[in-house]
């Protein structure tokens, strides 16, 4: 049971450090959803979960853009 568990956390720790720059935008989507929850006007607040979706969407989609030309780099050589 503690190897299982070891192993789930080896690989978390693995996928958060090798693609850190995916981590790092997901926190930062996470502090400018908070910060507009809670600072903004009542309207801007109840705009934070679409901007926290179109946010992580975003940063989605740069990653797999990212991911594809990677693997395209990898193919041709």
């Known amino acids: 049971m503690s190897s299982t568990l070891r192993s789930v956390g080896l690989t978390l720790w693995e996928l958060l450090v090798d693609d850190g720059q ?3 935008g997901i926190v930062t989507s996470l502090g400018v ?20 979706l179109v946010l992580l969407c975003a940063l989605m989609i740069a990653n797999l853009a990212r991911a594809g030309r990677n693997a395209r780099r990898k193919m041709s050589a």
Request: net charge negative; glycine share 8%; charged share 10%.
């Open 33 to 52: 959803a908070w910060i507009l929850a809670h600072l903004g006007s009542e309207a801007l607040a109840d705009l934070a979960g679409w901007v926290l």
């Open 22 to 24: 995916l981590a790092v």
